[in-house]
């Protein structure tokens, strides 16, 4: 795979994977509970067990989104908590 066959691929994975993240932080924001985020983790280990993306990719995603929804930074303790979903999520 060349080198703008692969960036064409990326740049196609997210722009999918970044309003389904937003709509979910949307979502969340709107009720009191965490949505069912199984399609959405399948979304992310295709990415990136197909090598388009890394878990640092996925990471600053999600706190890209969150950022945009809540209008702050993600607290430590759900950056943690993320990152050990991501990393348990990818690890297999």
């Not at 196609?12 to 309003?19: A, D, E, I, K």
């Not at 937003?22 to 199984?38: G, H, W």
Request: hydrophobic share 35%; with cysteine; glycine share 8%.
């Amino acid at each position: 795979m060349g080198s703008d066959e692969f960036k064409g691929l990326l740049k196609s994975y997210l722009t999918s994977l970044r309003p389904k993240l937003r709509a979910a932080y949307v979502a969340e924001s709107e009720s009191n509970t965490t949505r069912d985020r199984r399609w959405l983790n399948g979304f992310m280990a295709a990415g990136f067990h197909s090598g388009l993306v890394t878990l640092n990719d996925l990471k600053i995603e999600h706190l890209t989104a969150y950022r945009k929804v809540y209008g702050s930074r993600m607290p430590d303790e759900d950056v943690l908590q993320l990152e050990r979903r991501l990393t348990r999520l990818c690890g297999s």
